[in-house]
């Protein structure tokens, strides 16, 4: 555990401060009085900044692979690589080809592969916070900015546990007593121990106190989000609702989304800003056109926490779109564009303005497909805002996730809640299909009946239906599959289609049908923890043949 608990605070280029740069410079085994570092609320606010910093810029601790490394989005692309509905069609340069094709899971030994990453990731935003919180007995200022910058710092530390604990174990429900991550709660230094796995039910219980903590803070201060970069009051309570769901807290999801739909200045997507305009590409001449999508931009209506990036701050390659979006001069998405299944396109209909985020079936198949975004399926959901400045801002939360939730809750509530629960489906359907009040009006039932693909029988099938459209590419296809429990599958022929999957996953024939708890879906304790702390060994790794 040395490795992580010897970071510092400021991990990112964060100069503003004179006693952060102070701490820059001091070398990590050395023993830092943070308290005199941070000793007032300006000083706090600027190492929260650099904490929100490392959640969209590259991160060069693996520094051979740091360009499919890039924060909160990297992390998601990949539980989304890892589900049924993504498709990256070739390997291209590289990157994320082994999470679609689950072979980083067996490269848990390394430093630069995604068990490596994942872990020190969010345990440097643990790491940090912790030391902000450290001080909030302490620190000078502004009560109420105290207030909440700390309601900040809890907040991050729950969205970090909950991001570790889905990646590295299977999900809550029935797991409880299952191996979790070690829980810091404290600040760490070179010097200090290192902790057990505890069980999932111990993590869980960590993550629903911070969370507590933060929305009190947050209710108390009367501050309301000073940049769409914090996370704050509406965004907990969307982030409290994210993790009810896994823990099936049907009540407490309902509650939590429904508070958060009422984030002052947020609004859906309207039909016309939801349209996405498809940029092209040239394959004879490799020129490309800019599209038009409201996803590249934490200026559009509905998003609730995000990072604005600045031209300063863009990366031509180490990004979320150099990976999405296909019609440009960025070789990465290009070479290897991410489509979206066909089965679930085909349950677009054509009066649904969503159509437009994908191409069809255009006939050019995988086979023959060359350079650029001229393929079957490719996303165009996914654009840069700006291709020549290489900047697209990153969304973190939209307020379409809360209604999806809070309707998914309530029909699991029983039959007196689904009349809510459609009204909810209708706020988001309706501004995207214009025969969808005809089409959902007479289904009822809170069963799912299928996993991947079947036909829709019940409200619920259609809410998590809808929830796999609308939010494709935005929270980690892989953790929905793991909470949902129904088993999954890259492999289908329905009514003469067949799958787009190039792979699916051959290499465990006798699953085409995957169990729930499929081992492949969670990653290994990074071999580097194991080695340096002494209360993690290697009976506490994860089992790495399923059974």
Same mark, same amino acid.
Request: net charge neutral.
């Given at each position: 555990m040395k490795n992580i608990l010897r970071k510092i605070i400021c991990i990112s280029a964060i100069t503003v401060a004179a006693g952060c740069s102070e701490l820059m410079e001091t070398s990590p085994s050395n023993e830092v009085d943070k308290g005199l570092i941070l000793s007032d609320v300006d000083a706090v606010k600027v190492a929260m900044n650099g904490v929100y910093s490392t959640m969209?810029? %590259?991160i060069d601790f693996v520094t051979a692979n740091a360009h499919q490394c890039f924060g909160n989005m990297a992390v998601t692309l990949a539980a989304d690589l890892m589900g049924e509905d993504m498709i990256q069609t070739a390997e291209g340069a590289g990157w994320f080809w082994k999470d679609y094709n689950y072979d980083t899971r067996v490269r848990y030994t390394s430093l630069i592969q995604r068990c490596y990453f994942t872990w020190k990731y969010f345990y440097e935003i643990i790491s940090n916070v912790n030391y902000i919180l450290s001080v909030e007995s302490t620190v000078t200022g502004d009560e109420d900015q105290i207030k909440y910058v700390m309601a900040q710092a809890y907040a991050a530390r729950a969205f970090a546990y909950f991001m570790l604990i889905q990646s590295f174990q299977q999900t809550y429900k029935g797991h409880e007593t299952l191996p979790g991550v070690p829980v810091y709660t404290e600040p760490t230094t070179s010097t200090s121990e290192g902790k057990g796995r505890g069980t999932v039910e111990d993590v869980y219980v960590q993550i629903n106190n911070d969370l507590e903590d933060a929305l009190s803070r947050f209710s108390s201060c009367g501050i309301e989000q000073e940049n769409i970069t914090n996370l704050d009051y509406y965004a907990t309570c969307l982030l409290k609702a994210r993790v009810a769901l896994v823990q099936n807290e049907w009540e407490t999801a309902a509650q939590a989304a429904e508070e958060a739909m009422k984030k002052p200045g947020c609004s859906l997507l309207s039909r016309e800003e939801a349209t996405v305009t498809k940029g092209t590409f040239d394959n004879s001449t490799k020129e490309w056109t800019t599209g038009k999508t409201p996803f590249n931009s934490v200026a559009s209506s509905s998003v609730m926490w995000g990072a604005e990036i600045l031209s300063e701050q863009s990366s031509v390659f180490a990004s979320f779109f150099s990976q999405m979006d296909a019609c440009t001069d960025v070789y990465y998405a290009a070479e290897a564009p991410k489509c979206i299944s066909n089965?679930?396109?085909?349950? $677009?209909? !054509? +009066?649904?303005?969503?159509?437009?985020?994908?191409? &069809? !079936? $255009? &006939?050019i198949p995988a086979e023959d497909w060359s350079y650029g975004a001229n393929i079957d399926y490719n996303q165009h959901k996914f654009q840069w805002k700006d291709q020549n400045a290489? +900047?697209?801002?990153? $969304?973190?939360? %939209?307020l379409e996730e809360a209604y999806l939730i809070r309707a998914e809750a309530l029909c699991r509530m029983g039959p007196q809640y689904e009349s809510e629960a459609r009204k909810m489906l209708m706020e988001i359907g309706s501004r995207r299909d214009t025969g969808y009040e005809e089409r959902i009006k007479d289904l009822t039932g809170s069963e799912q009946t299928f996993g991947s693909v079947g036909e829709v029988k019940t409200l619920l099938d259609e809410i998590l239906l809808q929830r796999r459209i609308e939010l494709w590419g935005e929270t980690g296809r892989i953790f929905d599959i793991l909470r949902l429990a129904k088993g999954w599958t890259r492999y289908w022929e329905v009514n003469g289609m067949k799958t787009n999957h190039n792979n699916y996953l051959s290499k465990y024939a006798e699953y085409l049908n995957f169990p729930a708890d499929y081992l492949e879906c969670i990653l290994m304790i990074p071999q580097t923890e194991i080695d340096n702390n002494p209360c993690i060994s290697d009976s506490d790794q994860n089992p790495y043949i399923q059974q």
């Open positions: 969209y810029n %590259r089965w679930l396109y085909s349950q $677009i209909p !054509d +009066t649904d303005i969503r159509k437009g985020w994908w191409n &069809g !079936d $255009i &006939g290489h +900047t697209g801002d990153y $969304i973190f939360m %939209r």
